[in-house]
């Protein structure tokens, strides 16, 4: 239940990540098989900036998300690579990876145009909590931010799980304490045990709300990446959003951005 990523390729690609694109694409869910390679070459390819794209690496993506995957995804990329009898071609095969054909990326980015191109708001917490952090937490808070926004509220539990993954992690490299949370294979622990060690060091003191805060935030996260027939609800949401700014203030100020150099 800790794992957050999955292998894809030789890069590694967050689930939360995945989970938050899929929910630009309208009726995700509802697609066929094949119609969801389409979307997961356009990941991959687009959004993860990968150089190409194989049915190994497509395979993963349906793994991650735990769906049943197209029964020959070789096949598929193959057969669609050249126009066929509907003289439609979808990919293009170059070097043994495949890429979108550039009409039809158009025609998957025409698809989810639908989701409003709107910018995040206040709504959730502050997004002027990540001021003069890092880049990649302004982008991850965002995207939970968004998700609230949206309606999208397991993407959105999914994106706040990751946010406070990467806060924790953070906390002990500001610190210079990163080999307490690694293991032998110099990989850093699951979630669920960075709390845990989080909530025991003795270099700091975490608030008896936030350390009270933190697993709750946790397991709704685990739930929606994870558990195929649990949907959080908005009023779950509403539940913790005192909650989570709580756990934001507390981890950020243990952190101390502005002066870390």
């Not at 390679?37 to 690496?57: N, R």
């Not at 769906?67 to 598929?76: G, R, V």
């Amino acid at each position: 239940m800790g794992k957050i990523s999955s292998e894809i390729g030789t890069k590694t690609v967050s689930e939360g990540d995945l989970e938050a694109f899929i929910f630009k694409v309208p009726d995700f869910d509802r697609l066929t098989a094949s119609g969801k390679i389409d979307f997961f070459v356009y990941y991959l390819t687009i959004e993860s900036g990968e150089s190409g794209t194989t049915g190994a690496m497509i395979r993963q993506c349906f793994s991650a998300l735990k769906l049943t995957p197209y029964s020959n995804i070789p096949a598929y990329l193959k057969d669609n690579s050249s126009k066929g009898l509907k003289g439609k071609q979808k990919f293009v095969l170059g070097k043994g990876q495949y890429h979108l054909e550039r009409s039809f990326r158009q025609e998957l980015e025409t698809k989810m145009s639908k989701i409003p191109n709107t910018p995040p708001s206040n709504s959730y917490f502050p997004l002027t909590l990540f001021d003069n952090t890092r880049g990649y937490l302004v982008k991850i808070a965002a995207q939970a931010a968004k998700c609230y926004d949206l309606g999208l509220y397991d993407a959105c539990a999914v994106m706040t799980r990751k946010l406070l993954e990467v806060l924790i992690i953070e906390v002990f490299e500001r610190h210079g304490l990163s080999s307490k949370i690694k293991g032998p294979n110099n990989n850093f622990f699951y979630l669920s045990d960075l709390i845990d060690t989080l909530l025991i060091e003795t270099t700091w003191n975490v608030g008896r709300n936030a350390r009270q805060s933190i697993p709750s935030l946790k397991k709704m996260g685990d739930q929606s990446a994870h558990n195929r027939r649990y949907f959080v609800q908005q009023t779950e949401i509403e539940k913790v959003k005192d909650d989570l700014r709580i756990v934001l203030e507390e981890l950020l100020h243990l952190i101390d951005y502005p002066n870390w150099k």
